[in-house]
């Protein structure tokens, strides 16, 4: 990890791109700024094909797929071009190395949870709703508000189980930890590989690309993580075209997501056909108020805290936090993410939020907005180039996510772990985010923990009145479903 930008020695900028993104102030360069940035893509560019994997595989209350019967290839277009919108925003506005796209686990919720009750375009109205909704609670000063509220230790472990939790989505999508098929006579739900033994060519291709990211690290190559990637990628279609594994799909020892090989053309042209599909009060008339707004109540929870969540990690592996543990420029940050979650719902791609994987472009050495300028750029450049993309296996990305975590974890000693009322929220925090696969739960969990603590040891007094609000809300967001049920 790069030393803070207090411990760096800055110098005078030397041009009109280092003074406007504060480059040399926070003890970067432009090449490493442009190098964060492409990793920052190649990290996240999966969900390009992966977006459209999981809302084309659902179907709204008329049984009909988003998009139609180009709807891949749409979804596909429109979840790069939201993404790269929206990143180059994040880093002209916030000037922070933060990338968003398309929100993993909210796509899924609204395919599955959202669109069987009603239309896509109903669906995606609520979405701009629930954008809009946290918008006003940015402008107002109620999001940062909350943010300030949050104890400095719970935010540092707020970090360390997002490290953990980021570092398990890169084995689980190297296939390297699996989870056990269900009809397995056994109650443990993960094991090493498909069959408690590392099995496929992936998963080796997957470990060949762990150890040269570390070596190259500790060896402290510049770009480590780029070369990694692209190292890995190139052994992954030499694999492949001598093995041919083939897709997981139709072998348990196949690539995860996409199948490397060289594309038979470079350019494709791109289909937009999902912007602008979204009815904003269509719901309301389909499935009534009291469901809409539990909808959108869910939909914003999740997304606010996961913001919160990742912005503050970002900003601590960075260096880049201010003494109360907020980063610079919150309130811009929030705005953009707000109007990114608006704008998935108007473009028909579901919610966009700030991602996690800008982690990996952190750690390659980014530390201002012009590493986002160059990510959304190249999500901009995907949109025509995307057989290119596509020929990068998760196998070949991920290694840099557990490389990352590892970064990320080594805050935990910012935690003390001998008072009891930080201690265990922050371990419920830290341990949740990976065990429920959801950065929204762990924080949540930290959050009441603290409060009920607080209140059993006398000290209801101590807890800031946001909190109080909070830990009442992430309740109600536990309790939803059986809410959900009794009042409808």
């Known amino acids: 990890m790069l030393p803070p930008v207090s411990d760096l020695t800055t110098a005078a900028p030397r041009s009109g791109i280092d003074r ?44 009909k797929h988003l998009g139609g019967d180009n709807g891949f290839v749409a979804i596909a277009a429109g979840t790069a071009l939201v993404a790269g919108v929206m990143t180059i925003l994040m880093g002209v506005v916030a000037n922070y190395p933060l990338a968003l796209a398309t929100g993993l686990g909210l796509n899924a919720f609204v395919a599955y949870s959202i669109a069987g009750q009603m239309t896509w375009a109903d669906a995606m109205g609520l979405v701009v709703i629930e954008g809009l909704v946290i918008l006003v609670l940015v402008l107002t000063g109620f999001r940062q508000a909350v943010f300030h509220a949050v104890p400095a230790q719970l935010k540092v472990a707020i970090s360390v189980g997002i490290g953990l939790f980021i570092a398990l989505i890169g084995f689980v999508d190297a296939g390297f930890v699996r989870r056990i098929p269900d009809a397995a006579n056994t109650t443990v739900p993960v094991q090493l590989g498909q069959t408690g033994q590392l099995a496929g060519w992936p998963v080796l291709v997957f470990a060949f690309g762990l150890a040269l990211v570390i070596v190259l690290w500790v060896r402290h190559v510049k770009g480590a993580i780029l070369i990694s990637i692209a190292a890995t990628t190139l052994l992954a279609i030499v694999v492949e075209a001598i093995v041919g594994a083939g897709s997981s799909v139709d072998n348990p020892k196949g690539w995860g997501l996409n199948v490397p090989a060289w594309p038979d053309k470079i350019v494709s042209k791109p289909d937009f056909g999902t912007l602008g599909d979204f009815n904003l009060l269509g719901s309301f008339e389909s499935v009534g108020v009291v469901t809409s707004l539990l909808l959108i109540f869910t939909l914003m929870l999740a997304d606010f805290f996961d913001t919160m969540g990742t912005m503050t990690a970002i900003g601590a592996e960075a260096g880049l936090l201010q003494e109360d543990g907020t980063p610079p420029n919150t309130k811009r ?24 994987e800008s982690a990996s472009g952190v750690g390659e050495g980014a530390r201002t907005g012009l590493a986002s300028v160059v990510t959304g750029a190249l999500f901009l450049l995907a949109i025509f180039f995307t057989p290119i993309v596509a020929i990068i296996p998760s196998e070949a990305a991920v290694p840099a996510l557990v490389l990352v975590g590892f970064l990320m974890m080594q805050q935990v000693k910012g935690i003390d772990w001998d008072d009891l009322e930080v201690a265990i929220p922050a371990f419920l925090t830290i341990v949740l985010m990976p065990f429920t696969y959801s950065i929204s739960v762990g924080i949540g969990a930290g959050f009441i923990a603290y409060v009920l603590i607080k209140v059993a040891r006398g000290k209801a007094s101590q807890v800031h009145p946001l909190l109080w609000g909070v830990a009442a809300a992430f309740l109600l967001f536990f309790c939803i479903s059986p809410v959900t049920d009794w009042l409808t």
Do not use: H, W
């Open 333 to 356: 940050i929030l705005i953009v993410d707000s109007l990114a979650a608006s704008a998935g719902g108007a473009a028909g791609v579901s919610s966009n939020t700030s991602y996690i």
């Open 20 to 63: 406007y993104f504060k480059i040399t102030e926070r003890g970067s360069t432009v090449s490493r700024e442009v190098r964060g940035g492409f990793v920052t893509f190649f990290t996240m560019a999966y969900i390009i094909v992966l977006n459209p994997i999981i809302l084309s595989g659902a179907v709204d209350v008329d049984g």
